[in-house]
């Protein structure tokens, strides 16, 4: 449960980041500011390549080699904070591909004691911190998960596995790359409710990165639409959904309606 | 007459996934594909999908059961009979990534069927893939790119001009368009349907996203645990009534956003 | 693929591609470093010498002439004579051909037992790979000079059976090398997609599965091709290998060792020749492993 002590607000503000192709310098994100709030979640919707993903990334400088932040701050609660700090503090990350981020030859247990052990939590609670979160987060019989290994583990899974640690960490605010995108429909459907509940009851403040207006109509509060690089539309998400003012909004909107013939709200 | 079937079809992987040994994959599958029909194949992950549909393709041999193409079973093939089946089924895989050979230029990938298949080499080969790059909407100077060069969108565009490229009779889409954003699904399922009408091409395409199964096909079959559990016509009022195929229906995404509780 | 390496390959430009990159022997040249290019002019540089030798060799290598042994360096015999008045740059140059050709013998036997026996056992799998590896493993643990030491002792003497001897020690690497690699990308997309395509099995490992061992079977060859050099050239030291009057550069530095406290630079030379040879080919084999090894580039952010 969150305490009023907690933050309650996520702002990232003119961010900026750049790639040198071929020697000239390209500019991938231009002038982006993000607000994400306690209790709820931004969506940050556009086409592959619209620079959503490396937004995300970018902002806790962890954007891959050759790509560089040039502009930007991240503030918590009115506070300029170095983004190497708040990552896995106050900022926790899960990512499309889970199997990408874990270790083939570790067991789930030991991925779960690297988190808070870097962190220099007491060694007694960090166990039954990760229990606690791995049980939020949906997975039963704890103790047999955390003796396996990713390969013996199934997406969903391994995507629960992921939203157990960013919990177990205690971070009050989550940024979500695309993580429902390599995950069937029923899998997808479990993981949005977990998120939705989580965003609810515990007060998490979720930063969600998709190409799907599907799951931006399922969980999204707000939405900021990406187009090449900047931000374009900003606003909740029934006026998204109802009275898009930019065109490429409209697009989207329209691809997602299409396939939903002669149907309203699902 | 089908133009592709499996017979009682089953498939045992002696080290499943997930450390499990002695994992069936297919348990007593049959089904039956017509010329010029589209049918869809759903299911969740690890249903059993992929595995059908590389017998189906003859990559695979099934362990009990047969497949069956224009009504001869692929056991009795020969090497002009593989020929044959070669160019009339095609099937594109659901990563393009590792489907190419990094190390290969568009043009090169697209020309290892017309040589083999077609018997095309050189300048008519060259027609060929540059007509194919335009039916999938890519441009022609592509055929000079490496595969890393390209997004993943335009590389899935690349493995289905390669499918392409044999003028196949059934083509297989293994999740092929699953990874793509949205219009270029349906930029890629109207190309398909324009195949359909024109050439009679028949599909099976294997989706767990209903609305395209809908949208696209004329049947679709549902599969739990690697066996077929429903099978409908699409058109109306389209309801699964098996439990399996009800909860993937409950859990197709919403249109529009509804009314959510804040939080406190 | 994920949605990052979307908006990293250029998507933005909708779709717009970028230009190709730069390929083949010529961007090598380009994008090389220093040391790298200077071991790319020395192997050459090698490589021709010993084609060569018969016809740029400024004086007869064997040609013995007591009259003018141990002389320094001079206008004509421009590194001095040895201990039997033979020019010594000529001898080296001489045995530039020796080092070089009996090395790229024993490369070839290796690349060839590699290829078609690794390539065998990680195609085919089960029990023919089972097979294969196990003799694999039995030649893997036989030490060089030891197994030049059983061919000398039971066959004689001589280059021949260094070589054999040479490439019987080394092929399993190669051989273990080309099956891993064979047997990771087996069962990968492409390889099932050339099959759809019609290719045959044949073909399919020519094409796909070859080039894909060439990358690393180049930077392995060239690696321990100076390492090959250096196994002749010690063998021969020995006696065991190439035999008087052949030039060699190791039988040179034998030959010098009497010498070593009144004439240093006899034994001097052909080291110096047998380090530059080495060095060159293990830099040029640290360059193109840079080169053809796509991952290593990645994190180089090219």
């Known amino acids: 449960m969150t305490s009023s002590q907690s933050p309650r607000r996520l702002v990232i503000r003119n961010l900026g980041v750049e790639t040198t192709r071929h020697g000239v310098a390209v500019t991938l994100v231009d002038d982006v500011s993000l607000d994400v709030r306690a209790g709820e979640t931004l969506a940050l919707v556009g086409a592959s390549g619209c620079g959503k993903s490396l937004t995300c990334a970018a902002s806790l400088d962890a954007a891959p080699p050759g790509v560089r932040r040039t502009t930007g701050s991240i503030a918590i609660d009115g506070v300029e904070q170095a983004p190497a700090d708040i990552r896995g503090r106050l900022v926790a990350t899960i990512l499309q591909n889970p199997r990408s981020a874990f270790n083939p030859v570790r067991t789930m247990r030991q991925h779960a004691m690297e988190g808070p052990a870097a962190r220099g939590a007491p060694a007694a609670s960090r166990e039954q911190r990760v229990r606690?979160?791995?049980?939020?987060?949906?997975?039963?019989?704890?103790?047999?998960?955390?003796?396996?290994?990713?390969?013996?583990?199934?997406?969903?899974?391994?995507?629960?596995?992921?939203?157990?640690?960013?919990?177990?960490?205690?971070?009050?605010f989550l940024f979500a790359d695309e993580p429902t995108t390599d995950l069937d429909l029923i899998v997808q459907r479990d993981i949005l409710n977990l998120l939705l509940r989580l965003t609810r009851r515990q007060g998490l403040g979720v930063l969600l990165v998709t190409h799907d207006m599907g799951v931006v109509a399922a969980l999204?509060?707000?939405?900021?639409?990406?187009?090449?690089?900047?931000?374009?539309?900003?606003?909740?998400?029934?006026?998204i959904f109802n009275r898009p003012t930019h065109p490429v909004t409209r697009n989207l909107l329209d691809a997602h309606l299409s396939l939903y013939p002669g149907r309203s709200a699902a | 007459m089908s133009l592709l079937a499996a017979r009682g079809a089953s498939r045992i992987y002696r080290n499943g996934p997930a450390g499990r040994g002695g994992a069936t994959a297919l348990d007593q599958v049959s089904l039956d594909i017509a010329p010029g029909e589209c049918v869809a194949l759903l299911g969740r992950s690890g249903c059993g999908k992929s595995t059908l549909a590389r017998l189906l393709a003859g990559l695979e041999r099934p362990d009990a059961g047969e497949v069956r193409f224009a009504g001869r079973s692929l056991s009795t093939f020969g090497r002009a009979d593989?020929?044959?089946?070669?160019?009339?089924?095609?099937?594109?895989?659901?990563?393009?990534?590792?489907?190419?050979?990094?190390?290969?230029?568009?043009?090169?990938?697209?020309?290892?069927?017309?040589?083999?298949?077609?018997g095309l080499t050189g300048v008519a080969a060259t027609g060929q893939?540059?007509?194919?790059?335009?039916?999938?909407?890519?441009?022609?100077?592509?055929?000079?790119?490496?595969?890393?060069?390209?997004?993943?969108?335009?590389?899935?565009?690349?493995?289905?001009?390669?499918?392409?490229?044999?003028?196949?009779?059934?083509?297989?889409?293994?999740?092929?368009?699953?990874?793509?954003?949205?219009?270029?699904?349906?930029?890629?399922?109207d190309l398909f349907a324009r195949l359909k009408h024109d050439r009679d091409v028949s599909y099976l395409f294997i989706t767990h996203d209903l609305r395209l199964?809908?949208?696209?096909?004329?049947?679709?079959?549902?599969?739990?645990?690697?066996?077929?559990?429903?099978?409908?016509?699409?058109?109306?009022?389209?309801?699964?009534?098996?439990?399996?195929?009800?909860?993937?229906?409950?859990?197709i995404l919403p249109a529009m956003p509804f009314r959510r509780a804040r939080a406190g | 693929m994920s949605s990052l390496d979307g908006e990293l390959t250029g998507d933005l430009a909708g779709d717009g591609l970028p230009p190709p990159h730069a390929h083949g022997r010529a961007s090598f040249w380009r994008e090389a470093r220093w040391p790298a290019r200077m071991a790319a002019v020395v192997a050459c540089a090698l490589a021709l010498i010993a084609i060569l030798?018969?016809?740029?060799?400024?004086?007869?290598?064997?040609?013995?002439?007591?009259?003018?042994?141990?002389?320094?360096?001079?206008?004509?015999?421009?590194?001095?004579?040895?201990?039997?008045?033979?020019?010594?740059?000529?001898?080296?140059?001489?045995?530039?051909?020796?080092?070089?050709?009996?090395?790229?013998?024993?490369?070839?036997?290796?690349?060839?037992?590699?290829?078609?026996?690794?390539?065998?056992?990680?195609?085919?799998?089960?029990?023919?790979?089972?097979?294969?590896?196990?003799?694999?493993?039995?030649?893997?643990?036989?030490?060089?000079?030891?197994?030049?030491?059983?061919?000398?002792?039971?066959?004689?003497v001589g280059l021949t059976n260094v070589i054999i001897a040479i490439a019987v020690t080394h092929w399993a690497w190669y051989a273990r090398m080309v099956r891993g690699i064979v047997l990771s990308l087996r069962r990968r997309d492409f390889i099932a997609a050339s099959r759809l395509a019609g290719a045959s099995p044949a073909q399919t490992f020519v094409r796909h599965l070859l080039p894909a061992t060439m990358a690393q079977l180049l930077v392995l060859a060239t690696l321990d091709i100076g390492h090959i050099m250096l196994h002749v050239s010690g063998l021969s030291f020995l006696g065991l290998g190439v035999t008087a009057p052949t030039a060699e550069w190791g039988v040179m530095i034998a030959d010098a060792r009497e010498y070593v406290w009144t004439e240093p630079l006899l034994m001097f030379w052909p080291g110096l020749a047998l380090f530059i040879s080495v060095m060159a080919l293990n830099t040029l084999g640290d360059a193109l492993r840079d080169r053809l090894d796509p991952s290593l580039r990645a994190e180089h952010g090219h």
Request: glycine share 8%; aromatic share 4%; charged share 20%.
């Open chain 2, 213 to 251: 199964a809908e949208r696209f096909c004329d049947r679709v079959l549902v599969m739990c645990d690697g066996r077929l559990v429903e099978e409908t016509r699409v058109g109306g009022a389209f309801a699964l009534t098996s439990p399996e195929g009800r909860a993937l229906q409950d859990a």
């Open chain 2, 129 to 189: 893939i540059q007509a194919l790059l335009r039916a999938v909407d890519l441009p022609a100077d592509a055929m000079g790119r490496l595969p890393q060069q390209l997004s993943g969108g335009q590389l899935q565009r690349v493995c289905i001009a390669r499918a392409l490229a044999a003028q196949p009779q059934l083509l297989i889409l293994d999740e092929a368009v699953s990874n793509l954003d949205l219009h270029l699904q349906i930029q890629m399922l």
């Open chain 2, 82 to 118: 593989w020929r044959a089946f070669r160019c009339a089924v095609q099937l594109v895989f659901q990563d393009p990534v590792s489907a190419v050979n990094p190390r290969e230029t568009v043009g090169q990938i697209i020309a290892e069927p017309l040589r083999h298949l077609r």
């Open chain 1, 132 to 172: 606690a979160a791995m049980a939020d987060a949906g997975l039963e019989d704890v103790d047999r998960i955390l003796d396996l290994h990713p390969f013996e583990m199934s997406g969903g899974m391994l995507q629960r596995m992921m939203i157990a640690l960013a919990l177990a960490s205690g971070a009050p």
């Open chain 3, 53 to 156: 030798s018969p016809w740029v060799t400024p004086h007869d290598p064997n040609a013995v002439d007591l009259a003018i042994r141990l002389q320094p360096a001079d206008a004509v015999y421009w590194l001095g004579t040895d201990h039997l008045g033979r020019d010594i740059l000529s001898r080296l140059m001489a045995g530039a051909a020796v080092s070089l050709g009996s090395v790229a013998v024993a490369m070839a036997l290796i690349l060839t037992a590699g290829i078609i026996i690794g390539g065998t056992a990680g195609f085919l799998g089960g029990r023919v790979d089972q097979a294969i590896m196990r003799v694999a493993d039995v030649f893997l643990t036989f030490p060089t000079i030891v197994m030049a030491l059983f061919m000398v002792g039971a066959l004689g």
């Open chain 1, 220 to 239: 999204a509060d707000r939405v900021a639409v990406m187009d090449a690089g900047r931000i374009i539309e900003t606003a909740p998400v029934m006026d």
